[in-house]
């Protein structure tokens, strides 16, 4: 397996300028006119870029250090599949010298980058059930493309690669104040308990490739209906995986929402209901993730800036009893049976 390239970790962009964009794009064949559009993305470097011929295209350079070319080719790869199947989604586009995934040096670092056509639309109307069920349906689609064949190289969704692993990555980091360190240690190992607990208690599920983070931010809606972006985190799991961000409210109300998203679904694909019982499982794993992922990223200027909110006994103190609170929704659902 290849290794990725290894600018700087602490500043992986510092020379990423606009030039360096352009002329990056220039490389593969995609002339710009002078005008581009940072967008926001905190992982890589995502811009909006104006060519000569009229186009506008989306050029994503990858952070240096976390994806090793077989995860990003993967990830390329299985939107290029998801296209080809007329699914809207943010494909990357064969680029001038072969492939989707190009190179570009700037001052002895490599910048790994793949391209895409700009896609538009705004946010959905998660209100409206005939939405949720359009949108359902896509999954749908997403997920049977997704069932032909695994992944190989991306990351699995289980307890070990988002739970225990950034809970220990985290003990280990110096990051957690120590007056604080306990109680959220405390914390974090009876919310994974349960998640181990619920896990077990559901069995052996069918797994296949997903989007991953599939929330609000990452469909846009046309008249067309909606258009998914950022595979970025594509992996392995269950299906579940990619309707429970797009739940919100009162319990009764995520329940009418998913209904209606499963009721686009099962046009395309059967969904075990067993995994409705990892909800909260995920949500869980999602919360020490995070923490994590912040805590990996927080030499990167851009991150004290972005997440001022960070690292201070508070936040840990506070991350603690959301776990706490967690480990109970979890015991009380395993008692009651559902």
């Known amino acids: 397996?290849?290794?990725?390239?290894?600018?700087?970790?602490?500043?992986?962009?510092?020379?990423?300028?606009?030039?360096?964009?352009?002329?990056?794009?220039?490389?593969?064949?995609?002339?710009?006119?002078?005008?581009?559009?940072?967008?926001?993305?905190?992982?890589?470097?995502?811009?909006?870029?104006?060519?000569?011929?009229?186009?506008?295209?989306?050029?994503?350079?990858?952070?240096?250090?976390?994806?090793t070319d077989e995860q990003i080719l993967e990830e390329q790869t299985?939107?290029?599949?998801?296209?080809?199947?007329?699914?809207?989604?943010?494909?990357?586009?064969?680029?001038?010298?072969?492939?989707?995934?190009?190179r570009f040096d700037v001052e002895g670092q490599t910048y790994r980058?793949?391209?895409?056509?700009?896609?538009?639309?705004?946010?959905?109307?998660?209100?409206?059930?005939?939405?949720?069920?359009?949108?359902?349906r896509f999954i749908g689609r997403i997920h049977a493309v997704g069932a032909t064949r695994p992944f190989e190289h991306r990351l699995r969704l289980d307890i070990a690669t988002y739970g225990t692993g950034p809970r220990d990555w985290l003990l280990g980091s110096e990051?957690?104040?120590?007056?604080?360190?306990?109680?959220?240690?405390?914390?974090?190992?009876?919310?994974?308990?349960?998640v181990q607990q619920r896990f077990d208690e559901v069995g052996t599920l069918r797994t296949l490739r997903l989007h991953g983070d599939c929330h609000t931010g990452n469909v846009l809606w046309t008249e067309a209906g909606p258009h998914f972006v950022d595979l970025d985190d594509a992996l392995t799991g269950p299906a579940v995986q990619d309707f429970w961000m797009l739940l919100s409210g009162e319990p009764v109300a995520m329940r009418r929402q998913l209904d209606?998203?499963?009721?686009?679904?099962?046009?395309?694909?059967?969904?075990?209901?067993?995994?409705?019982?990892?909800i909260e499982a995920l949500r869980t794993l999602r919360m020490i993730h995070y923490s994590a992922w912040i805590a990996r990223r927080w030499n990167d200027p851009a991150f004290p800036v972005a997440f001022p909110w960070f690292g201070g006994r508070g936040y840990w103190n506070e991350q603690a009893t959301r776990l706490l609170d967690q480990a109970e929704t979890l015991r009380a659902s395993s008692s009651a049976g559902h």
């Open 175 to 194: 990051l957690i104040p120590l007056d604080a360190e306990s109680t959220w240690k405390q914390a974090v190992d009876a919310a994974l308990e349960q």
């Open 113 to 136: 980058f793949g391209v895409a056509a700009r896609r538009s639309g705004r946010a959905p109307e998660l209100e409206d059930p005939a939405v949720l069920e359009w949108i359902g």
């Open 260 to 278: 209606s998203l499963l009721a686009g679904y099962e046009d395309f694909m059967e969904f075990d209901w067993r995994e409705l019982r990892l």
């Open 78 to 102: 299985f939107a290029r599949e998801l296209h080809e199947a007329e699914i809207p989604v943010a494909a990357p586009l064969e680029l001038d010298g072969g492939g989707t995934l190009a």
């Open 1 to 67: 397996m290849s290794s990725p390239s290894s600018p700087s970790l602490d500043t992986p962009y510092a020379g990423l300028t606009p030039e360096a964009v352009l002329d990056a794009l220039d490389s593969v064949g995609l002339r710009g006119d002078g005008r581009l559009i940072q967008l926001n993305s905190y992982e890589n470097r995502v811009f909006q870029v104006f060519l000569e011929d009229g186009s506008v295209v989306v050029p994503k350079f990858y952070r240096p250090g976390r994806w």
